[in-house]
Every structure is written in structure tokens, then in C-alpha cells.
């Protein structure tokens, strides 16, 4: 199994906690975003999005999206479980994490950055401002589901982390490279502090990565 990643992604570190979390190895190939290496026609035909993640399987398949990649993992390695066994429950635990998935994380990639700075003229000022704002604003939904509702516990679900866990983790990072601190969000900092106790999400931080820039 191969895993396209880079060290910087949200996206590829959900999955590279959950690769994590289930226990299972994949070989890594980094594709540098800043480089524009997502862009190269070899890896255009892996994934025509020209976005990481992306995972080929042992027997060529190709699977893209961190959401599809991570529930792939979720059903074929249940252990440990890291969506509830309750519908309403999956639901609720879905919902969290598309938050991030979903509403945050995509108005802060690369190409978006791209597009505003050329085509509307921002500065890195003003995309700093544009992410800080939008990373947080997902975070603000997350907390205000996670402190109004009785299923929130040491995680964003009960006391075993979810795929909820990984995708906040995800944006409390993304929110700190455009400036942001989780201590805005109380209950969502917590809940990412629970998570950093844990192996596997250390192991697949950012700056853990073999390919962080030396300082
Ligand atoms: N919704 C996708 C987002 C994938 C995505 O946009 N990945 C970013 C890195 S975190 C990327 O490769 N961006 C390339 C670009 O924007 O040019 C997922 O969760 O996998």
C-alpha cells in the first residue's frame, strides 16, 4: 500500500493517524504542495484533483479524499473502532468531523490560496486573515456542538477517540499555522490535548514527519 502525503497536509495527517490507530503500514511518498508537485502529470494520473491524500492499494486500486480513505480503513480494520455502533451516533460523529472535512479545511488549500492571491490580488496578509477566519470558524461550530451535547467526553465521543478526534485534530493544527491558539475553544483544546496523549496522533503530527523543513 502506498500513501501520497506531505508533511504540512490536513488532510494527510488524518489519515496518517488513522493509519495510526489501526495499526497498519503504508509506504509513504511525500508530494511537496509548495513545489506544486501535486500538479505533475504522474501524479495527475493518480489523483486528477491533483490533491493529497491519495492511496493505492496492494492490488493498484486507487482511493482519493480523506474522509473515503479513512472509512475505507474503518471497515476493512474495525479495531479500533472509530465511528460509533449507533447510526445516530455515526451521524453526530460524521457531522463533527465534516465540520473540519468539509467546511473548514477546503477554503484554506493551496489552489484557494492560489486563486486569491493571483486572480484577486491578496497579499499573504490578507490570506493569513482569510484562513485564520475560516479555520476558526469551524472550530467555533465544533465547540459549540461539543459543549452543548452529552456525548462529548475525554473525546469529541465518548471516551475513545473517533474520526471526529482526527478531523479536529487536523484543524486545531490548521488553525495554528495561520496563527490561531485552540484556547479560544476550550472544549475543543482539551479534546485535542487528550488526542496528543496518544501515540498515534503524536506520531502523525506535522512537524513529526521525516520531511518537515530543518529549522
Ligand atoms: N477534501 C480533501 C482535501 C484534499 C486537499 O485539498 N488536500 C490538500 C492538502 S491538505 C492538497 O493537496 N491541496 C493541493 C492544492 O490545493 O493545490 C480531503 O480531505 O482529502
Request: glycine content about 6%.
Amino acid at each position: 500500500m502506498i500513501v501520497y502525503t506531505w508533511w504540512r497536509s490536513l488532510a494527510a495527517f488524518r489519515v496518517r493517524i488513522v493509519l495510526n490507530l489501526k495499526g497498519v503500514s503504508a509506504e509513504e511518498r511525500q508530494v511537496d504542495l509548495r513545489k506544486g508537485e501535486q500538479h505533475d502529470p504522474a501524479f495527475r494520473a493518480i489523483n486528477p484533483q491533483a490533491a493529497i491524500p491519495a492511496l493505492i492499494l496492494d492490488d493498484g486500486r486507487i482511493l482519493v479524499q480523506s474522509m473515503a480513505i479513512m472509512e475505507y480503513f474503518e471497515e476493512v480494520y474495525p479495531a479500533p473502532p472509530l465511528l460509533p455502533a449507533d447510526a445516530t451516533e455515526r451521524a453526530r460523529v460524521r457531522a463533527l468531523a465534516q465540520m473540519a472535512v468539509a467546511d473548514g479545511h477546503p477554503l484554506v488549500t493551496p489552489r484557494v490560496r492560489e486563486y486569491l492571491e493571483r486572480e484577486l490580488g491578496h497579499d499573504e496578509v490578507q490570506y493569513m486573515a482569510w484562513s485564520r477566519h475560516f479555520t476558526g470558524a469551524a472550530l467555533a461550530a465544533m465547540e459549540g456542538h461539543l459543549r452543548r451535547d452529552a456525548q462529548t467526553g475525554t473525546f469529541c465521543h465518548g471516551d475513545q477517540p473517533t474520526l471526529a478526534d482526527v478531523c479536529l485534530a487536523s484543524q486545531v493544527v490548521g488553525f495554528s499555522y495561520f496563527g490561531g491558539t485552540a484556547d479560544a475553544f476550550p472544549v475543543v483544546h482539551r479534546i485535542y490535548s487528550a488526542c496528543m496523549q496518544i501515540d498515534a496522533f503524536q506520531h502523525a503530527h506535522p512537524l513529526a514527519q521525516p520531511d518537515v523543513p530543518k529549522p
